[in-house]
């Protein structure tokens, strides 16, 4: 029992990297801010149909709806505090006050005669992460700390266990949507397909008689029955056998797949968008995917090499590599030198002895086509290199370093186009153009 | 916010057990739903071959009938207009909103509301199969429930 206890504890104390935590929060914060923007008008409207008026859940005790000059205020309220919220801006208080907004808007939305279950999931992980360290990196918050080397943004188990909680309510609500079924008057009639094709079936038919869009694929599979059948016990693996997804990491992301399939069969079914979980949204948490921003791209220098560099091993001083008879690199290592918060980069051209023994330990090619940052044992390449870069400006520039988020593909595929054309843009030397002698100094290579 | 490692486990037992306590509806006599806090009863109810909604029919000076869509109907989403068709008849036997109904139309549709000389909130009845194999989308039932008339801004009233 005390080994169990201890398994459980382990697992959900688990040191995380606060970005994981981090891209919730900005994926949270998004989806919540695209609905409050795109639904703006809708939302004003249906509030003016005052009959319809049926509170619910935290509001149960409203009789009458709020005024409607009163809920566009509150709707803009809303927005600004979302904002601050995927900012991550005072977030000790904006993140609970935004939480709790969050739960009294939701919960007033849903009280116009129709619960909308897509967002149950939506506004309880904005719950959790609103009152958790969740803007501990890529937030105002952790650039202010990171300026006054506040707070260390390492791994950490307070990061860990708010997305096992994250996943846990997740997995939760699709299990209490298989105990409903098993539950109701259908029971295990569920598990044949003849519940689901008739559901699907009344469905189709209000959306026909009632002039709404019916499902692309609803009319071609609705005659073969087999078809329901193999979906009926699809939908009962993957809702009854939900919690097996908190049991090991590679279940979760198996079970996160096969329940985001099974939302985009329901949009091809029954042409219901349930958009929190089409895009992937909701199932984040079972990811790591603060890694396809940083750590798929950080190569880490084999320690038991001889080779490093005398300048690496004994000064850990960030150091940046780039082209020495490219123009625009070394425009580039000016207006860093111009802008560096503490002077703290060291410079060296690729071409140099020195630069080819300190990317020897690294398991990248010296090809002329990347600028290179290292920082103690890891190395950044390309659009990495250069947003971190940025990170460490003085002004704004570091602002510029949330381009992070865009994915790796899209950025350096960039960043390979104007390495490509370079020198045809803005020309080339024949040695390294660094010949000031202020500059000289900062230049480590022999 | 900083948790220590027990205030972290009571707000994660707290509020999963939270989120899990609808679990009882399923098992009281008049189950409620809420929100964010759901037990998921959608779909889980039974339903027979033949299905039976609530929706507005519009005639027109010809005498064609014709179905009047969700959105000339209510206000928010499409479910969310379907249940407040369902709802309309308890309210003065469904008058006022086919009232409402009749002016959303004369805004957003105005040529169609020209037309128009009477909107019926009926129920009718389909058969799923036949509806749905067979192309017969004919109702096997329609039932009134109440009719507004436009006439020259004399607006007669019937109620069945």
């Known amino acids: ?446 | 916010m900083s948790f220590s490692q027990t205030q972290a486990l009571i707000f994660s037992i707290t509020l999963l057990l939270v989120t899990l306590s609808p679990i009882a509806q399923n098992w009281v006599k008049k189950p409620k739903d809420s929100f964010p806090l759901s037990y998921y009863p959608m779909f889980a109810k039974k339903r027979s071959q033949n299905y039976g909604l609530y929706y507005v029919v519009g005639e027109d000076t010809l005498g064609q009938r014709m179905k009047i869509p969700y959105k000339l109907s209510g206000t928010g989403g499409f479910n969310q207009v379907r249940r407040q068709i369902n709802r309309a008849r308890k309210n003065k036997g469904g008058l006022p909103f086919l009232k409402k109904t009749a002016h959303t139309i004369s805004k957003k549709e105005p040529g169609l509301y020209g037309r128009l000389t009477s909107l019926e909130l009926v129920k009718g009845y389909y058969s799923l199969e036949r509806y749905f194999l067979y192309n017969n989308t004919l109702p096997i039932l329609e039932r009134k429930i109440a009719t507004y008339k436009i006439e020259n801004d004399e607006q007669l009233v019937e109620l069945h």
């Open chain 1, 1 to 446: 029992m005390n080994n169990l206890w201890n398994s459980i504890k382990k697992s959900w104390f688990a040191p995380v990297d606060p970005k994981r935590l981090a891209i919730l929060r900005i994926a949270t914060g998004s989806f919540c801010l695209w609905y409050l923007l795109s639904r703006f008008d809708m939302l004003q409207r249906m509030t003016q149909n005052t009959d319809a008026f049926e509170a619910i859940g935290i509001l149960s005790w409203m009789e009458k709806p709020l005024n409607e000059i009163m809920f566009w205020w509150i709707s803009i309220a809303m927005i600004i505090l979302n904002i601050c919220y995927i900012l991550g801006w005072r977030f000790k208080l904006t993140g609970p006050v935004f939480a709790i907004s969050a739960l009294l808007f939701f919960t007033y939305r849903n009280s116009w005669s129709m619960i909308y279950h897509n967002r149950n999931a939506l506004v309880l992980h904005i719950i959790i992460l609103g009152f958790v360290a969740a803007a501990d990196a890529w937030s105002v918050d952790a650039w202010r700390n990171q300026q006054n080397k506040r707070r260390s943004t390492d791994a950490h188990w307070r990061y860990g266990w708010p997305i096992m909680l994250v996943c846990a309510v997740t997995v939760g609500s699709y299990f209490l949507s298989g105990v409903a079924k098993i539950a109701g008057d259908l029971a295990w009639e569920w598990a044949n397909g003849s519940a689901m094709r008739s559901q699907i079936a009344v469905d189709a038919i209000r959306k026909s008689i009632l002039g709404a869009e019916t499902a692309p694929f609803f009319n071609v599979i609705y005659k073969h029955k087999w078809l329901f059948l193999l979906m009926g016990l699809f939908t009962f693996i993957v809702e009854l056998g939900a919690p097996l997804a908190l049991y090991k990491k590679r279940w979760g992301k198996l079970w996160a797949f096969l329940t985001w399939c099974m939302h985009w069969g329901i949009y091809f079914i029954m042409g219901i968008t349930f958009r929190y979980q089409m895009t992937g949204l909701i199932f984040l948490s079972f990811f790591a995917p603060e890694k396809s921003f940083t750590n798929a791209r950080k190569k880490v220098a084999n320690k038991t090499d001889g080779s490093l560099a005398p300048s690496t091993t004994h000064d850990l001083s960030p150091i940046i590599l780039f082209d020495g008879v490219c123009n625009l690199c070394n425009g580039w290592v000016r207006f860093v030198m111009r802008n560096e918060r503490k002077r703290e980069f060291r410079f060296a051209s690729l071409q140099s002895d020195t630069a080819e023994k300190m990317l020897r330990p690294f398991t990248v090619k010296n090809n002329m086509g990347s600028i290179v940052l290292i920082e103690g044992d890891i190395l950044y390449e390309k659009s990495e290199a250069v947003l971190l870069i940025l990170g460490k400006l003085k002004h704004l520039w570091p602002m510029l370093s949330a381009f992070i988020i865009v994915p790796k593909l899209i950025r350096d595929s960039i960043y390979n186009f104007i390495a490509k054309h370079r020198y045809g843009w803005f020309g080339r030397q024949q040695s390294c153009g660094l010949v000031d002698p202020e500059d000289k100094v900062r230049m480590i290579e022999s």
